[in-house]
């Protein structure tokens, strides 16, 4: 399995960037998918996650009304749209999904599949 994030980059504080992730190996349809984020020195959180239906979605409160996570199952690519961005959403951004049904979550421990990350800088 691999996930590939791109995307990420420099936008100034009230911007958009539009984060991708390619997954190969794995069928992202079938189980839940993730954006996480860590910023230096703080603990990787959950930003938004989108179940196998492509319908149900959870995201956390920092993010609620800015972010919008989607995908494409026949491209296998996992989407989020970040508007309003705000200085303290400068993190890494990762993908993640799952290998069973966990059901919906942004815990950390729901997903066995990670991408190596994009950065995203907001000033």
């Known amino acids: 399995v691999q996930l590939v994030e791109s995307g990420g980059g420099s936008a100034q504080a009230g911007g958009s960037l539009r984060l991708s992730c390619a997954a190969s190996g794995y069928t992202i349809r079938r189980y839940a998918v993730a954006w996480f984020r860590q910023a230096p020195g703080e603990e990787r959180e959950g930003v938004a996650a989108i179940d196998s239906d492509s319908i149900t979605t959870v995201y956390a409160d920092s993010v609620k009304g800015r972010f919008t996570i989607s995908k494409d199952n026949a491209k296998d690519t996992l989407y989020l749209q970040m508007d309003s961005l705000k200085p303290e959403d400068t993190a890494m951004y990762y993908c993640?999904?799952?290998?069973?049904?966990?059901?919906?979550?942004?815990?950390?421990?729901?997903?066995?599949?990670w991408g190596q990350g994009t950065q995203v800088t907001v000033s």
């Open positions: 993640a999904a799952s290998s069973r049904p966990t059901g919906l979550t942004l815990s950390v421990s729901t997903y066995n599949y």
